[in-house]
């Protein structure tokens, strides 16, 4: 079970980057993939999550209506889409998969199971 996070870059404060999160070695179609994102100096916190199974999404409070998670079962890939992007949302960007149903919101990654992260930039 392995996910890697790609799409990030520098990007302007108000930009709107697409990042994916393609899965190998699995199909995501029964999966719950949670996105994260640790900032300089800080720990790494669960900031949305996706149960592909049945659609269900959950945003954290500094994303929701910013963010956007979607999915693409043939290409095996979750997609986060972040619009309206602030300085504050610099941070490496990761996806994981998570152990619960997206509902549970715990965010807890199957098995500690973290690909590489992208990074992801915005400048003011």
């Known amino acids: 079970v392995q996910l890697q996070a790609s799409g990030g870059g520098l990007v302007q404060a108000g930009g709107s980057p697409r990042l994916s999160c393609a899965a190998s070695?699995?199909?995501?179609?029964?999966?719950?993939i949670g996105w994260f994102r640790q900032a300089p100096g800080k720990e790494r916190e669960g900031i949305s999550c996706l149960s592909v199974s049945d659609g269900y999404t959950f945003y954290r409070d500094s994303v929701e209506g910013r963010f956007t998670l979607s999915s693409d079962n043939a290409k095996n890939t979750v997609y986060l889409q972040m619009n309206s992007l602030k300085p504050e949302d610099t941070a490496v960007y990761y996806c994981a998969p998570l152990s619960h149903h997206c509902e549970w919101r715990r965010f807890a990654v199957y098995m500690d199971n973290w690909g590489k992260g992208t990074q992801v930039t915005v400048s003011s």
């Open positions: 070695g699995f199909t995501l179609d029964y999966y719950n």
